[in-house]
């Protein structure tokens, strides 16, 4: 349950918008995910995304590494596809 | 066992210092407090790797475990509510009630949805304005943000469908009622990656200050945990406790204050039940008063009833690191992942479930 992805944030909801919604691609599997807790992510920055909420940004290397290990864990599954 | 990239150590160095510095101790105790941390223990192998010497103990951190029984039967009720939608994690879905489980209610006809994100929940409230939907909201500080702000969302969206059923429960305070029932030898913690990106590492000062125990925070990589389980190995021979955090490029000292500040607009804290822990002080989430049309307790009139366990079920005594799972009778024989009869063994991150599923070939390490 603690189980946070991380993913890179590929489209962000402009500012003014209703919601800091937008998109992240995790290797292929697009979501939508909510940046109300890290509202100066930018689009092309890695985020963890735990339930559909970006918690922290994360290095790019760092997010590899993390992504690598729970790909051979089997511990991600394939994400809902965002219908956007 | 995956060799990073960017090669911060060797994970066969970590393993010999590891083994090294327990040559020269007793029998340590480390309490494992995350769920994720149990499962990952087990993979990737990390687990078999370690000295005998070295015990790991479950704690309390997967929020399915720790939560009551009543709240379960609480759930299974409200689906018998009209026009109710019961919306959940997946990991809640198979855990026994007291008359069956949510499983058991949506094979009878009753609206349960799964849900990956609350957020899920929310949409569905918005396309299905006909339908009530509770929203069984459990999970440690990772996740209580996240219902913070659809609680928030929710407002803004004025939605009069949409509740949450609060199971929001604090690490901190359980790990100080663990500490302070005096019977528990543990020396150390790996306290969990995730909740401290939220709380920071500086929130688990008093367990360095106050109680004297070594701590590590740490993520859930196998070179994370190797990492932690050296540095609290360390600080052990060196009769030297303190607080260090390998997760630094996720955690800070002082978390993220986004999400605290969500946490602290919309919840109070509130005296909580954990399963067979009993009653923790302000170890728990509540709606604020000025959010009760979204507390489920109070536009449904919900109780949350007894806790209740089920005879010959000791995932209580599992959760506060007091036995192992193959040292219940249950384990294996009535209670399987197949057929589970506790919550220990229901969850994905449940440690019965993590001990019956990697079996004995993996548990070597740390058993006498």
Redesign the interface.
């Known amino acids: 349950?603690?189980?946070?992805v991380p993913g890179k944030i590929v489209s962000r909801a402009p500012d003014g918008a209703?919601?800091p919604l937008g998109t992240v691609d995790f290797q292929g599997s697009r979501v939508?995910v909510?940046f109300?807790?890290?509202?100066d992510a930018a689009v092309g920055d890695w985020v963890?995304v735990?339930?559909?909420?970006a918690?922290?940004l994360?290095?790019e290397?760092?997010a590899?590494?993390?992504w690598?290990?729970l790909e051979?864990?089997?511990?991600v599954e394939s994400?809902?596809e965002s219908d956007s | 066992m995956a060799v990073g990239k960017n090669l911060r150590e060797d994970p066969q160095v970590l393993i010999q210092a590891i083994n090294e510095i327990c040559l020269e101790l007793d029998t340590i105790r480390l309490m494992e407090v995350c769920g994720t941390h149990t499962v990952s223990l087990f993979r990737s192998g990390v687990r078999s790797l370690l000295p005998a010497n070295l015990r790991l103990v479950s704690g309390p951190g997967c929020p399915v475990c720790v939560t009551s029984q009543g709240y379960i039967d609480a759930a299974i009720d409200a689906t018998r509510l009209d026009n109710v939608t019961l919306c959940t994690y997946g990991d809640m879905l198979r855990v026994p009630g007291r008359a069956g489980s949510l499983e058991s209610r949506r094979a009878e006809g009753a609206a349960i949805e799964i849900c990956y994100s609350i957020r899920d929940a929310l949409r569905y409230a918005g396309a299905n304005k006909d339908r009530q939907v509770i929203f069984l909201s459990v999970g440690f500080e990772t996740t209580a943000p996240a219902a913070a702000q659809a609680v928030l969302e929710a407002e803004q969206k004025d939605l009069q469908n949409f509740t949450i059923l609060s199971g929001h429960k604090l690490v901190m305070p359980a790990l100080g009622a663990l500490l302070a029932s005096g019977d528990m030898p543990i020396d150390g913690f790996l306290l969990p990656g995730h909740v401290s990106v939220i709380i920071g590492s500086d929130a688990y000062a008093d367990l360095v200050d106050v109680h004297a125990k070594c701590c590590a925070v740490a993520g859930f990589e196998p070179l994370q945990m190797l990492s932690a389980i050296r540095a609290l190995a360390a600080q052990l021979r060196h009769g030297t406790p303190r607080l260090e955090n390998v997760y630094g490029v996720a955690v800070s000292g002082a978390g993220n204050r986004h999400a605290l500040s969500s946490l602290d607009r919309v919840f109070d804290e509130a005296d909580t039940v954990w399963r067979a822990m009993g009653t923790i002080p302000l170890s728990g989430l509540e709606l604020k008063d000025e959010f009760g049309r979204f507390d489920a307790r109070k536009r449904f009139g919900l109780t949350i009833g007894d806790d209740y366990d089920p005879p010959g079920c000791r995932c209580g005594e599992v959760i506060q690191g007091r036995l192992d799972p193959p040292d219940c009778a249950l384990f294996g024989a009535e209670c399987t992942h197949e057929q589970p009869i506790g919550p220990c063994m229901v969850s994905g991150e449940g440690t019965c479930a993590a001990w019956y599923r990697y079996g004995p070939a993996k548990t070597q390490g740390g058993r006498p």
């Open positions: 349950m603690c189980l946070a209703d919601l939508e909510s109300a807790l890290v509202p963890l735990h339930a559909g909420f918690i922290t994360l290095d290397a760092e590899r590494e993390t690598h290990y051979e864990a089997g511990l994400f809902p």
